[in-house]
């Protein structure tokens, strides 16, 4: 195996990627790089649908915890991070398994994206004084576009940002990386969303943001995306357990065919169903 060799298995949250890589992880000796913004902030551990601490202990996984809910965290802070821990991995002789459906992440890697500078902290704090609409107005007229959540500030003001710092997006795949797609029906995808909702309440992702909007405050960045919002309207007496889990699942459900809407233009991805999946990098690998 060529030790400069990456897979990347990408696709739509909650379509079995996780599983599926550390299955090749533990069959092939790899080790598994997260590319998904809401799992690398600290803390978030539920809510999130981080892989578990049973998972983790079956190979290293990396790209976790990487902030503290708050704290800016770019794409181009996740490409310097994943560039070195790719190096480290494959001066290891192990494979790098890239996994995750934040198709920024995922693109900046494998195309090698150049970022400019980091965001000047006035324009930062011009636009946090503008509202949703008014942030969503601006992308529009500026030829910006709209991040996956473009009903969450932060996520627009970040577009805003990448968009101002004029980083560069190479249409050549780097050499030896190879983009594995998870082709799921839409009715199975959308099941898979159901569950795992009701298993991120069976595991106590109630308990974990109340600790975490005690900790970070409600209005913390990262507290203001996914399940988090959500549970705040629950213990304000505004939302039931029942419209929380409707509402999440509606709102995971929009964010996998965003991702796949991310995912489809990529001419270089090759798609696949899990079990074919799995027999295609087994082949892939074992032909060099």
């Known amino acids: 195996m060529a030790s400069d060799r990456l897979i990347a298995i990408v696709g739509p949250t909650a379509s079995g990627k996780t599983a599926l890589a550390i299955r090749i992880a533990e069959q092939l000796n790899g080790e598994i790089i997260c590319a998904d913004s809401r799992t690398i902030y600290k803390g978030m551990d539920i809510g999130t649908a981080k892989p578990t601490t049973e998972e983790q202990s079956k190979v290293p996984h990396w ?32 494979l790098p398994l890239l996994v995750g459906g934040t198709g920024l992440y995922v693109d900046s890697l494998l195309y090698d994206f150049t970022f400019g500078e980091k965001a000047d902290n006035s324009v930062r704090d011009r636009l946090e004084t503008m509202s949703i609409e008014e942030l969503t107005k601006y992308c529009i007229t500026n030829n910006v576009t709209l991040p996956e959540n473009k009903k969450n500030k932060r996520y627009l003001v970040r577009a805003i940002e990448r968009k101002s710092m004029s980083n560069i997006g190479k249409s050549v795949l780097r050499t030896q990386y190879h983009i594995v797609g998870i082709a799921t029906n839409i009715h199975t995808l959308r099941t898979r969303i159901v569950q795992r909702t009701e298993q991120l309440f069976a595991n106590g992702v109630e308990q974990e943001a109340t600790l975490l909007g005690k900790k970070y405050g409600w209005n913390s960045e990262a507290m203001t995306g996914n399940i988090y919002p959500l549970l705040k309207k629950h213990f304000d007496n505004e939302l039931s357990i029942d419209d929380v889990k409707e509402k999440f699942v509606t709102a995971d459900y929009k964010l996998a065919k965003r991702q796949m809407t991310w995912f489809r233009r990529n001419p270089d991805i090759m798609w696949a169903t899990l079990q074919d999946a799995e027999s295609y990098i087994k082949s892939l690998l074992a032909t060099e």
Do not use: S, V
């Open 63 to 94: 790209g976790l915890d990487l902030a503290e809910p708050g704290q800016p965290f770019t794409a181009a802070d996740f490409k310097k991070y994943a560039d070195a821990k790719i190096a480290d991995i494959q001066a290891r002789g192990k």
